[in-house]
């Protein structure tokens, strides 16, 4: 989670945590729409200074840090640091001066592997290089040093980050969200993964980050900018967004029309940024959030209040709270609420996205969905189908839960039953669906008119058409880092009318969280160890892949004996087909983030190859052609 991993083992550990500063400021959450600085002859000049501060990340009057942070002099500063924007070819002058005990690093629109980076010394004023000459959107980070060594102790000064956007003439209106992280040990005398973590967009942690209003037809463009230093797949629940940009903070590519793709979930480099528009077509409440369900995880509001708290083992938060406690408890950092309200007279979208197919006039299909465990405190809990009259014996559970094989435009009606202890919910993602169905209980749906969450040995009939033939997932929202470790996770494919689902030559490959000797660790459809495929020579078959990780990217590839990749045709992602000019050949590597599923189609010569999945724990599968 922390920045340059390898380096940690290098830093010399301080015996105690910087003293409270009684006497700083209070930093206010940047919401990113003022840019920073005067223009003054054509030229922007921005004074920036870095100082500790008081920073309340959750509510105004909730636990604070006191943390570095940036400002403009002479104004209150700010959490993340000041907008820098400006019209593209406009001059900027802008400089930093460090009031600090130690020196500050600036990557400045310089991407994670930057090799031009700016320190400044204590009590030093230097110029911040901002290049302008080409439209975008780019990120400016920064962390301290200390003894000749970068000082992660002091929560690495990622408050110190902010958006950095050349805007091009006439640009239509838009929004800049800024993702940070702050990271502190508990025990600052030792190394390791006992940390403190807080997770903010534009300053505020889920429930206090910026709650979105928009309408149905809006058209909405979001600048998503990471100043943490970390992956973040940035998941949008029952919409696709379009992907107008991506850069690595330092270079941004603006896609042209051949190069836009669509999207549920898009995850910039580190330090970089992506662009998006899209349409709200359906009213009701939705969230937009970081799919590493640590990052949005609510044991974030303990970690802030300094209590040890364990996302996996703990759940004594969830018996005692209502729905509307939940969902401000049990999620935390990186969530965005957005509220849809429906639009009195109906307006074309804007853009073209595909809606919800209008209901059919037929009996929708019935699936029985039970969610159910195993004994134990760490007992995997999983999904299981119930194929005829009678219900599964309760210890019946499948990690990954069974493929839920859909059609498109044909109504479903599933009926989730809760066999757990503790209370739970579906989200169907990818899925664009009605709002009350979208599985996050206490928020879904719109008003009083709230899905709730399903209790214990209650059940909660879903209802949707899916409108679009791909690869999804369907997996629990609630107590997300607990639940999916657990096992509460499984895959959704819709095919075309008249197509059936061959398993000979179509091939899921879910990797997700499994537990194995009370240790969670990579799996593949289950499994940490090998279980060979076997497939069919001369023949197209589409890999289905899904990363569904709690905290971690995934790298795939199909490799021949020599560990060469071989080549693969992408063909969709996160079950939107790409536009025909970009399902091109390339080499069969890819990196996937959690919330992120890609299809990809070979037709394999006969041999020996392995497919590789490289996560924080490693997987390797025979597949043998033949
Ligand atoms: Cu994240």
């Known amino acids: 989670m922390t920045w340059f991993a390898p380096l940690l083992a290098a830093i010399i550990l301080s015996a105690a945590k910087d003293p409270p500063s009684r006497s700083a400021p209070v930093a206010l959450p940047n919401d990113n729409r003022v840019p920073a600085g005067v223009t003054v002859a054509g030229v922007r000049r921005i004074r920036l200074v870095v100082q500790r501060a008081v920073w309340h990340p959750d509510a105004d009057d909730g636990p604070s840090l006191v943390t570095e942070v940036l400002g403009e002099e002479g104004k209150t500063p700010m959490i993340p640091a000041p907008l820098i924007r400006v019209l593209v070819g ?105 940390e403190r973590l807080v997770m903010t967009i534009n300053g505020r942690m889920w429930p206090h980050t910026e709650r979105l209003h928009l309408t149905v037809g809006d058209t909405v463009h979001w600048r998503i900018v990471d100043a943490s230093g970390d992956t973040h797949p940035m998941h949008l629940h029952g919409f696709y967004f379009r992907v107008d940009s991506r850069g690595d903070g330092a270079t941004d590519t603006i896609y042209s029309a051949a190069q836009r793709r669509w999207a549920v979930t898009e995850e910039p480099p580190r330090l970089g940024a992506f662009t998006l528009t899209w349409v709200p077509q359906r009213s ?51 969530v965005l609420g957005i509220e849809v309200a429906p639009r009195p007279s109906a307006v074309p979208a804007a853009i073209a996205v595909s809606s919800t197919a209008p209901p059919a006039p037929v009996a929708p299909r ?42 498109r435009g044909e109504p479903v009606e599933i009926t989730v039953v809760n066999h757990l202890d503790v209370k739970t919910g579906v989200h169907w993602h990818g899925i664009e669906l009605d709002s009350y169905y979208d599985g996050v209980g206490g928020w879904s749906g719109a008003g009083a008119h709230l899905a709730p969450r399903i209790a214990p040995n209650d059940s909660f009939v879903v209802r949707f058409t899916p409108p679009r033939a791909g690869t999804f997932m369907y997996h629990t929202h609630n107590d997300e880092v607990r639940q999916l ?58 890999f289905r892949l899904l990363n569904v990780l709690i905290d971690d990217d995934a790298e795939v590839s ?55 999945v490289r996560g924080y724990s490693n997987v390797l599968i025979d597949v043998d052609v033949r």
């Open 558 to 612: 199909l490799v021949d004996s020599a560990n060469a990749p071989l080549v693969w045709r992408a063909v969709a992602k996160d079950g939107a087909d790409l536009p025909v000019a970009q399902r091109t050949e390339r080499p069969a590597r890819l990196s996937l983030g959690p919330g992120e599923t890609v299809d990809v189609e070979i037709v394999p010569k006969p041999g020996r190859y392995a497919l590789l």
């Open 284 to 334: 009701g409440n939705w969230i937009f959030h970081c799919h590493k369900a640590v990052h949005m995880g609510g044991f974030q509001h303990a970690h802030l209040a300094e209590e040890r708290v364990d996302p996996i083992r703990d759940t004594t938060h969830d018996a005692h709270t209502t729905d509307a406690e939940h969902i401000a408890s049990g999620m935390g950092g990186l």
């Open 485 to 542: 470790v657990l096992g509460l996770y499984g895959p959704l494919v819709v095919l075309e009318p008249g197509q059936t689902f061959d398993a000979s030559t179509d091939h899921l490959v879910v990797i997700g969280e499994t537990m194995s000797s009370g240790r969670r660790v990579v799996g593949v459809n289950g499994a940490a160890g090998a279980r060979p495929m076997h497939l069919a020579a001369g023949k197209p078959h589409r």
């Open 90 to 194: 406009t001059r900027v002058d802008a400089t930093v001066r460090n009031t600090l005990a130690d020196t500050i690093v600036f990557f400045a629109q310089c991407g994670i592997d930057c090799r031009d980076s700016l320190f400044v010394a204590p009590g030093q004023t230097r110029a911040l290089p901002v290049r302008t000459s080409r439209p975008g959107t780019y990120s400016y980070a920064s962390f301290l040093y200390r003894g000749g060594h970068p000082y992660f102790e002091s929560a690495a000064a990622t408050q110190t980050g902010g958006a950095i956007v050349v805007d091009s003439a006439g640009a239509p209106p838009d929004r800049v969200f800024v993702i940070a992280e702050w990271i502190q040990r508990f025990d600052t005398t030792k190394v390791g993964d006992d």
């Open 366 to 407: 019935r699936i029985r969905l039970l969610a159910q465990r195993l004994p134990g405190a760490l007992g995997v809990h999983g999904y299981v189908v119930q194929g005829g009259d009678s219900a599964p014996a309760r210890d019946s559970v499948r990690v990954p839960g069974p493929p839920i094989v859909l059609t």
